[in-house]
């Protein structure tokens, strides 16, 4: 329009000049100039009405009638607040830039309110998401925000009425009304968030009032506490009985409550929660959701009188001992938790002592094994000659047993490790791999079982050939396992060959670190074995136990299980498989036999005492077939190597876990 | 709900602007076309304001030899004492403000060849475009006995209003209770077609206040006419008509109402059936092109022969011949026919100056009539050009008369209508 | 233009399957870009425009006594009534006959060329008393949609409007012979409760009065 003003104007004044000609003026005024021709009003582009605010407010703007009345006669609200507008972030808009269907003033059909938030913030981003100022860079939140919205329950179609969603932008927000960043219209949108949330969910907006949340916001005004949407976030609201909803909810107890999700994590509650299910406690399952309250409120579900109760809803048949459970005991709170801290500080103890003296041990082994090989010391195999005679180590039943409780074990550590690094990607993926928690609690209940019925048939085994040789039994005999005092002195010995101050000693059948390995899983056995058992059946726990106990069952479980895990997979592989002399393994425990050189080597008081006394022969055998020898080094490579995939992620859970 | 789209947009905003650029080169090239304007009526006045109001950087000069209008339509008010005289006549000046030239002057012929006009005062134009707008003239020998001087002295024919219509006006005033007006309504085609019957109500109008027993009769050339049956309802409501005391008697040709003959010194009409005595007579004439249509060599027959879509003459390129003159069926010989046609000559004049082929032309006429107190009627027409058959045809389901039997505050309105229609087509054309 | 994708098409019958679907496409492209100029053919809306002078004064500034002025009218409001007349759903003298003449489109440029008007008004003789009375009563029931006193607006144009027009209007709304715009009956309806008879003489002497 500006040139077609602009050229009648040029043709006016040169007509003017040329004193040619006069428009008659004579009688008649014209309309003012400042209101512009009425084509100006339209858009020159688009041929729509502009329509100014100040047009719009001059109804909607009147105080005097904030109501109105619809063609049926029903009053209708108009009134929109101007000052409000002016001031929100909107506050530049048209009017009809988001009420798009009003094109005409006064409306000539009672108009439809279609505001199409959507498409305008989603065009606006895109729009000016490159723009050098940043004017726009919050639109970026808000188009994420729309992205949650619209995965939402809120955005599906209503049950009942196809033809709307649930609910939609402005039946939260109000568009007149959306404060900048840190303003006072933001805060009291805060503050009345549980009111427009209850104009559909009433029955939780009243549940809610009775809460500590509600009262804090409701009566007293206070920002800090939460509203609906701190628990149930803003946009992505998934409907309550959704297992989304209930990870979500509880995740977003912690942005305040962070100490109590903290404690809760290290529960087994949290454990399950944190991988992604809900099939144990969550917050409000114990503190109830809209309801939550003190303990000491008598209403409320987490008071003494209404605890027991509370446990009841998933165990069933909890008792009194129960109550004594800690659910957000922390092992490291020595005040309010000395039990747990004193085992906790016991149990790390214990792991550092044991990693540290066999880690310093294996360094140091190695470090003398690579001295004398460099020196050209030490057992080196001709490799010229292959070894044709071996020695029978192992009998079928012991290399059983070791395969079993090796894969059982393994089994036990994936399964239960996820729990304790649950904060970790790769439990989740376990877990889901698996089939979900409750699969995974059978499969490691089921390992447990299996490792533990083996290591009482061991037991019964070697307690039955003890009683059949009870006259003869040599109890240090040199095939015991029972450790002596040259155990102590070989240790002693060995050190000092580590250190270059005298040979290397020399071993009889079993050496001290293969006791160690032998008799290490009698503490463990009762360790986690009972813990395990304590968790397995917490409600016949109960019966006889605090529900305290729990609590010291989980955090031992744990720690022993740690302790197993990482010793079997760095120490013991050393020791069998990666000390230089046996590098890259050992495939014994599976063939049962050893090359004689070898045995001769390594338990060579042993191989001494046979020659003596002339039973060397009967240990014997030939060199394991082919068929044989390829099968136990699959074996034996593939458990090595989920040993050490078991033995990363360990320690991944280790190195990134959550204070 | 109107979808005003863009593409209309830029059309009305190109139209308007045009209104500007058009005249822009004209400016710039220096190169300033003349038109000439023969005739002072509605179709030359419009024609000149609007080709001024078009493209300013046109000279306009308009020669009409009579120094003020005086407007025909509205006249028969005149002759009820509804309104005086003076009241239809207007100034030049209006159309001087847009920049036209008027002069005061006899156009004695127009060269079509030399592109220039001459005049009686022995001056000559030059043109780019001529239009020539002169009205009717009168076939004064159709009606034996009446001529031109009669008609001054004692049978006005009032068809040009002014002194004639003074005549008849000062006749009726003067005519004893109980007189006898006739009207000698011409044969088709005339000018202002509704126009004897509005005058025989607006005569009659007058005579129902003043002289109560006083009769009009209209001798008609034609068994119709224009508006006939709105007519009929108001001369039946106001005059009683049908009855055998009805102040208004029409006599079609059928019934003898066709006049060969004038016998002034008695007043009496002589038809072919039967003879009229009156004691007014108004003789309307059958009609024909005006005298400079004739001396401009624009007449075939009776009426000018044109290029409907432009009104140029078929006959002479760049002359252009608009209103009563022309030869425009199916539209009217009509005030707001002759300004209607102004504006598409005028367009097509412009379009050419600017070497672009004229627009579509599109025509709209309409004509309200005074029947008595408180009853107007119209008749609205809205034209385009029939290509097919280069005749200017109503568009089919558009216009048309007046209701039958409408409200009296229909018919009211149309009275203040009327009245509204003069005056904005006397602005439009000269103000 | 209607000639030319006829021609198209008839060249298309003769030959293969896919090539006809070719050409076919052309053909509606062609049409596609051709039919706002094939719709544009015809008078101009300039030239429509000022077939309505001759009543309504030149580009629509009617020098009165009783045509309604439509220069400067909104556009839409032209469109809206010129539809009505056409469809005879306002109480008409004449309007109807001619409105009957044309198209939406042809409303459409006319609206556009009298929206790009400014609108001269003309003095007309009203009653100061009722002048001023109606100016109360304006502000009280009408301002709301008849913004700035009634200048030309979404709500039609009333401020210096021809006074007989207006009257020949609110007789029509209130004998019921055109139908009220929503709201305006309760508003007039008020103003008439407050004001009585004088009411509405008062409100069209206020808007007579602005010259």
Redesign the interface.
Same mark, same amino acid.
């Given at each position: 329009m500006p040139s077609r003003i602009a050229s009648t104007g040029v043709v006016c004044l040169l007509a003017a000049l040329l004193g040619s000609i006069i428009v008659p003026v004579a009688a008649a005024t014209t309309t003012d100039a400042d209101q512009g021709l009425m084509i100006d009003h339209f858009d020159p582009e688009t041929g729509k009405r502009i329509i100014p605010n100040e047009r719009c407010l001059i109804c909607h703007g009147d105080d005097q009638q904030k109501t109105d009345v619809r063609d049926d006669g029903s009053p209708v609200q108009i009134f929109v607040h101007r000052e409000q507008i002016e001031s929100s972030v909107h506050g530049s808009l048209q009017c009809t830039s988001c009420h798009v269907t009003i094109d005409r003033v006064p409306h000539r059909e009672a108009p439809a309110v279609i505001v199409g938030c959507v498409e305008c913030h989603r065009e606006t981003w895109a729009e000016h998401k490159d723009d050098p100022d940043g004017e726009y860079e919050r639109l970026a939140v808000v188009n994420e925000q729309i992205d949650s919205y619209l995965q939402s329950i809120h955005a599906q179609p209503h049950a009942l009425d196809q033809s709307h969603t649930n609910a939609t932008c402005y039946d939260c927000h109000q568009g007149h009304n959306v404060g900048e960043l840190g303003s006072i219209q933001r805060a009291e949108f805060r503050l009345n968030n549980p009111e427009v949330c209850g104009d559909c969910h009433e029955a939780q907006l009243d549940e809610y009032r009775t809460s500590t949340h509600g009262k804090l916001v409701l009566e007293d005004g206070d920002s800090d506490a939460a509203v609906c949407s701190d628990c149930h976030t803003t946009h992505d609201i998934a409907p309550a009985e959704t297992d989304k909803a209930k990870l979500a909810i509880t995740q977003n107890c912690g942005n305040c409550h962070e100490a109590a999700q903290r404690t809760y994590f290290k529960s087994y509650h949290g454990q399950v929660h944190r991988l992604g299910y809900t099939d144990a406690a969550k917050c409000h399952d114990c503190h109830g959701g809209h309801l939550v309250k003190g303990e000491d409120d008598p209403t409320s579900e987490i008071h003494a009188d209404n605890r027991l109760e509370n446990c009841r809803n998933c165990h069933e048949e909890a008792n009194e001992n129960f109550l004594s459970f800690w659910p957000h005991g922390d092992a490291h709170d020595r005040e309010n938790y000395p039990e747990l801290w004193g085992f906790r500080v016991f149990m790390e103890i214990l792991i550092f002592a044991v990693m540290a003296f066999f880690w310093v041990h294996v360094l140091l082994w190695l470090f003398r094994e690579l001295m004398d090989r460099s020196q050209g010391k030490g057992f080196v195999e001709d490799l010229s000659k292959p070894d044709l005679v071996y020695f029978r180590r192992f009998p079928v039943v012991w290399r059983w047993i070791h395969f079993l409780f090796a894969i059982a074990t393994m089994v036990l550590i994936l399964t239960g490790t996820t729990l304790l690094f649950s904060h970790t990607a790769w439990a989740k993926a376990v877990v889901e791999f698996l089939g979900g928690i409750r699969m995974e609690g059978i499969i490691h209940r089921t390992a447990a079982v299996i490792w533990l019925s083996i290591f009482i048939a061991h037991l019964a085994i070697a307690t039955s050939n003890i009683w059949r040789k009870r006259k003869t039994f040599e109890w240090f005999g040199s095939t015991s396992m029972v450790p002596s005092m040259k155990d102590f002195c070989d240790l002693r010995d060995m050190f000092k060959w580590f250190l270059g101050r005298g040979p290397r000693p020399q071993f009889s059948h079993w050496t001290y670190w293969q006791k160690f390995d032998y008799w290490a899983p009698f503490w463990g056995a009762t360790v986690i074995g009972i813990s395990g058992l304590i968790l397995f059946m917490p409600d016949k726990t109960s019966l006889i136990l605090p529900g305290w106990t729990f609590n010291i069952a989980n955090l031992v479980h744990a720690e022993e299980a740690l302790l197993a895990a990482i010793f079997l997979n760095s120490v013991h592989f050393f020791n069998v498989h990666f000390r230089p002399e046996r590098f890259p393994m050992s495939t014994a425990i599976f063939t049962g036999v050893i090359p004689i050189d070898e045995f001769k080597h390594d338990h060579r008081l042993e191989y001494e005492r046979l020659v003596e006394a002339g039973e060397l022969d009967k240990h014997l055998v030939h060199r394991p077939s082919r068929r044989m020898s390829l099968a136990a080094s699959f074996i034996t490579t593939v458990l090595i190597m989920a040993g050490l995939a078991l033995l990363t992620l360990v320690l991944i859970g280790l190195v990134t876990l959550p204070r | 709900?109107?979808?005003? &789209? +863009?593409? &209309?947009?830029?059309? %009305?905003?190109g139209?308007?602007?045009?209104?500007? &650029?058009l005249?822009?080169p004209s400016?710039v090239l220096g190169a300033t076309r003349r038109v000439v304007v023969i005739g002072g009526g509605v179709g030359g006045c419009t024609a000149a304001?609007?080709l +001024?109001?078009l493209d300013?950087a046109i000279s306009v000069t308009l020669i009409e030899s009579k120094p003020t209008y005086t407007s025909c339509f509205m006249s028969n008010e005149v002759l009820s004492g509804e309104r005086t005289l003076d009241t239809l006549v207007f100034s030049y000046d #209006?159309l001087r +403000?847009? #920049?036209v030239e008027v002069v005061q002057d006899t156009v004695v012929g127009v060269d079509p060849v030399a592109k220039n006009v001459q005049t009686a005062g022995g001056n000559s134009f030059g043109y780019d475009a001529c239009i020539v707008s002169p009205g009717v003239g009168f076939k004064w020998d159709a009606i034996a006995g009446y001529g031109e001087q009669i008609a001054n002295e004692s049978i006005p024919h009032a068809w040009y209003a002014g002194p004639q219509t003074q005549l008849l006006r000062d006749q009726i005033e003067a005519m004893p209770e109980g007189g006898h007006v006739i009207i000698v309504a011409p044969p088709n085609p005339f000018k202002c077609p509704p126009g004897p019957y509005e005058r025989a109500s607006q005569i009659a109008m007058y005579c129902k206040h003043h002289k109560p027993r006083a009769k009009v009769s209209i001798l008609d050339a034609k068994d119709a006419f224009s508006k006939q049956g709105l007519y009929t309802e108001g001369w039946t409501k106001l005059y009683g008509y049908g009855t055998d005391d009805s102040m208004i008697q029409w006599v079609s040709a059928a019934e003898g109402g066709a006049v060969e003959e004038l016998d002034a010194s008695t007043r009496t009409l002589i038809g072919l059936v039967e003879d009229f005595q009156a004691d007014v007579i108004n003789i309307i004439p059958p009609q024909k092109a005006g005298a400079i249509a004739f001396a401009a060599d624009l007449v075939e027959g009776d009426w000018c022969p044109v290029d409907k879509r432009t009104f140029e003459s078929s006959r002479h390129k760049g002359i252009y011949v608009l209103g009563d003159a022309s030869s425009a069926s199916r539209m009217p010989k009509s005030?707001?026919a002759a300004? *209607?046609q102004a504006?598409?000559a005028v %367009?097509a004049i412009v379009a050419g100056f600017h070497d672009r082929a004229p627009?579509?032309?599109?025509?709209?006429n309409?004509c309200y009539s005074v029947v008595g107190e408180d009853f107007g009627i119209?008749v609205?027409a809205?034209y *385009?050009l029939d290509a097919a058959t280069n005749m200017i045809e109503p568009?089919p #389901? *558009?216009?048309?008369v007046?209701p039958a039997n409408a409200s009296p505050?229909?018919r009211k +309105?149309?009275v *203040?209508?009327a009245?509204?229609?003069f005056?904005?087509?006397i602005?439009?054309m000269m103000? | 233009m209607k000639n030319n994708q006829s021609v198209i098409a008839a060249t298309a019958v003769p030959i293969g399957l896919s090539a006809r679907l070719h050409i076919l496409s052309l053909a509606i492209i062609a049409m596609l870009v051709l039919a706002p100029a094939w719709v544009c053919a015809g008078p101009s809306g300039q030239a429509m425009s000022f077939t309505c002078a001759g009543c309504h004064g030149t580009d629509g500034s009617s020098v009165g006594p009783s045509m309604p002025a439509i220069a400067g009218m909104d556009p839409e409001v032209f469109v809206d009534a010129m539809k009505a007349y056409r469809e005879d759903k306002r109480n008409a003298t004449i309007m109807n006959r001619i409105a009957k003449a044309y198209t939406d489109e042809q409303f459409q440029e006319m609206a556009w060329f009298f929206a790009s008007q400014r609108l001269r008004l003309f003095p007309q003789p009203y009653d100061t008393v009722l002048a001023e009375r109606g100016a109360e009563l304006h502000d009280d029931y009408c301002e709301k949609c008849h913004e700035q006193g009634g200048r030309p607006g979404d709500a039609g144009t009333l401020a210096g409007q021809w006074m007989p027009y207006l009257h020949f209007t609110m007789e029509d709304f209130l004998n019921g012979k055109r139908k009220w715009p929503r709201k305006m009956q309760r508003k007039v309806d008020a103003a008439i409760e407050e004001a009585g008879d004088d009411a509405i003489p008062a409100l069209i002497n206020y808007y007579g009065s602005q010259q």
């Open positions: - | 709900m109107t979808d005003l &789209t +863009r593409r &209309t947009f830029i059309e %009305a905003a139209g308007v602007t045009a209104l500007g &650029t005249g822009f400016l304001k609007y +001024r109001k300013p #209006g +403000r847009y #920049g005030a707001y300004n *209607s504006k598409v %367009a627009d579509d032309p599109t025509f709209v309409t119209s609205a809205v *385009s568009i #389901g *558009s216009g048309g007046s505050e229909i +309105r149309e *203040s209508y009245h509204s229609w005056k904005n087509v602005n439009d103000e | -």
